[in-house]
């Protein structure tokens, strides 16, 4: 039997995994990048997850396609409505994970997201604010999702180069009970572990 472990640079797949306690279900993983490394959704698969792979690199989707049991489809989400694509790729209404990681993208696909259409139990997303500095952004990132019900649980989530991630649940899906001893801010995503009684210090980078 393979050995189920976790690959992403940020402990962003162990945070999925332990808000949603469950062998099964669906994510979307947009900006997937590499299929298998410090990949946010590789460990979920692993364990019986279906899901959506979005990347605009063909190079990354034609490597998914491969090696990953997920669907892969490449799409610059810059050009095309982020609802939309999840319509077309017969996304369940109700997704179990999303990950955001496309850098300068994220605000624009999250302005994209109809909320009364789609809902998502757990969200992982990138910020950048080490790098950009910009709070304007970050700010609008968290009124959409605040404003439309979710719970930011473990704010700017940052490795030795700082806060680069902000993580959120939708409370009528994910217990108190899992959530609230994560609340956080600022920490890094090893000391986020802790606080998930996570005992396991490996990074995969970073």
């Given at each position: 039997m393979t050995e189920i472990t976790h690959h992403s640079q940020m402990s962003q797949d162990l945070f999925a995994d332990y808000m949603l306690n469950s062998n099964e279900g669906y994510f979307v993983d947009v900006g997937c990048y590499e299929p298998k490394f410090i990949s946010n959704t590789y460990m979920l698969e692993q364990k019986g997850f279906q899901g959506l792979l979005l990347d605009v690199d063909p190079k990354w989707i034609k490597m998914a396609q491969e090696e990953r049991s997920a669907k892969a489809v490449q799409v610059d989400l810059m050009a095309n409505n982020f609802t939309d694509v999840l319509l077309d790729n017969?996304?369940?209404?109700?997704?179990?994970?999303?990950?955001?990681?496309i850098d300068d993208g994220t605000l624009k696909v999250l302005i994209d997201i109809d909320f009364d259409v789609f809902t998502f139990k757990v969200i992982t997303?990138?910020?950048?604010y080490y790098a950009n500095k910009n709070d304007n952004d970050r700010s609008a990132m968290r009124n959409i999702l605040q404003s439309n019900g979710y719970k930011?649980?473990?704010?700017?989530?940052?490795?030795?180069s700082g806060p680069q991630e902000d993580w959120y649940i939708h409370p009528s899906h994910i217990d108190q009970s899992r959530w609230e001893h994560v609340?956080?801010?600022?920490?890094?995503?090893?000391?986020?572990?802790?606080?998930?009684g996570i005992i396991d210090e490996r990074l995969n980078w970073g």
């Open positions: 017969e996304c369940p209404k109700l997704i179990d994970y999303l990950d955001l990681d997303m990138e910020h950048d930011l649980v473990c704010a700017d989530v940052g490795n030795n609340v956080c801010s600022d920490l890094k995503h090893t000391e986020v572990r802790k606080l998930m």
